[in-house]
């Protein structure tokens, strides 16, 4: 089956699992590592998609859950994929839906703050919270956040809506468990996504002939096995050699619940057991001390909704770490966001304008905020690839990431 997919690795650090690359999709190449901006309802929160073109974005990830539920993946479909649709010319991601069936479902980011010691109970749900998903061997059956309504997930399913949305990359449905979850819960889970790959892959094999004509679209596998490095390990392994109906997956997916401070480990643990020559993609991580500890660790790519979330709520990244500008030192600055920034609003606009925007609650603050965390991201990104291509990786991420935290460590 002819694929318009690959990935040709460049440079490598000295573990041999960072690396430099290039991925090549039908919308074009992503030279990795890259960040990928998070457009999860088809739009990149704030802003024009010319502006995340011109911001140097390489890539757009969105989700299949929220896209199947609202407008519906037909409607992406008809519209000629969810590049078209959203009038972004170049390559794009959709995730599988499994985490938001799931997470939304059980009420996720509450649950995480609670004190774990001691939990027995894999039945996760937050306080007041009842229980909107279930999941069994063949899927998972949730309630809409939206309106109520009842909807069932299966491997098929995710595939279907995938195809229809028509990103470059897709994920394998999977289950996205906690760190709050038992061993034992983590071992069957594990096994269930690992039969949802086969089923995944045999379904994508059978849409990519039914919809001859189409761009071809890839497919990575989702390793999942929580803070357990033999469950990591052997979750890898046993992706790596899936094949069904002649079809392997085209890259990976590194996903669910990572302590922050172990992240660099157990990307380590995942990416050492998968094949070097293709491309890796950690699911949603957050902060800039974890570009470093992943790309370190072999992830090539991986899509971070941090950037543009805080910069909504004023919150500004630079060099010297993160500052808000609506706190009274902005009020009277004619300076720029950050000296150092090349991009759209750093050019045009003072930190005194965006005070004042953001305190008027005037819409444009976000957008201008938005671009700058957005650049500031990529920006940072393209250097740590330019410090793996010229030997200066470890000495480019203890200056970054010093100068970064010294303000607030
Ligand atoms: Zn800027």
């Not at 996760?124 to 809409?144: E, P, Q, W």
């Not at 991009?343 to 005070?355: E, F, G, I, S």
Request: aromatic letters at 10%; charged letters at 20%; a negative charge.
């Amino acid at each position: 089956m002819a694929t318009d997919f690959g990935f040709t690795p460049g440079t490598f650090l000295g573990n041999d699992l960072g690396r430099t690359g290039l991925i090549h999709t039908p919308h074009g190449d992503i030279r990795t590592p890259a960040f990928i901006a998070v457009g999860t309802k088809a739009t990149v929160k704030a802003v024009l998609p010319e502006a995340v073109a011109d911001l140097g974005a390489q890539a757009v990830l969105a989700n299949a859950y929220h896209l199947f539920l609202q407008p519906g993946s037909d409607i992406v479909d008809a519209a000629g994929g969810l590049g078209a649709f959203m009038n972004w010319p170049g390559p794009t991601f959709t995730d599988s839906g499994g985490f938001q069936v799931m997470s939304l479902g059980v009420g996720f980011k509450k649950v995480l703050a609670l004190d774990a010691t001691g939990l027995v109970d894999d039945d996760v749900i937050a306080a007041g919270k009842n229980r909107l998903a279930h999941v069994d061997d063949d899927g998972v059956t949730f309630t809409s956040h939206l309106n109520g309504d009842r909807h069932r997930f299966t491997p098929e399913v995710s595939m279907r809506i995938q195809h229809e949305l028509g990103a470059d990359i897709m994920f394998a449905f999977d289950e996205c468990t906690t760190l709050m979850n038992t061993r034992g819960y983590q071992e069957a889970s594990l096994a269930r996504t690992q039969a949802w790959a086969v089923r995944c892959l045999a379904e994508h094999a059978r849409l990519t002939t039914a919809r001859a004509g189409k761009p071809y679209q890839a497919l990575f596998g989702v390793v999942q096995g929580a803070q357990y490095e033999d469950l990591r390990r052997r979750a890898a392994r046993d992706l790596a050699g899936l094949e069904a109906d002649g079809r392997s997956f085209d890259g990976y997916g590194i996903g669910g619940a990572l302590e922050k401070e172990n992240l660099g480990t157990i990307v380590g643990w995942v990416c050492s057991e998968l094949p070097a020559d293709k491309p890796r993609h950690l699911l949603g991580i957050s902060e800039p001390d974890d570009f470093f500890a992943a790309i370190e660790a072999g992830a090539d790519t991986f899509d971070c909704v941090m950037p543009s979330r805080v910069a909504r709520n004023a919150a500004i990244y630079t060099v010297d770490g993160r500052f808000n500008v609506t706190t009274a030192g902005s009020r009277r600055d004619f300076g720029p966001l950050d000296t150092a920034c090349d991009c759209y609003t750093c050019a045009n606009y003072t930190r005194a304008y965006l005070h004042h925007l953001f305190k008027a609650k005037e819409m444009l603050g976000s957008t201008l905020a938005t671009i700058h965390n957005e650049r500031f991201t990529v920006r940072l990104v393209d250097d740590i690839r330019a410090s793996i291509e010229n030997g200066t990786f470890a000495a480019f991420k203890e200056e970054f990431l010093g100068r970064f935290y010294s303000s607030h460590r």
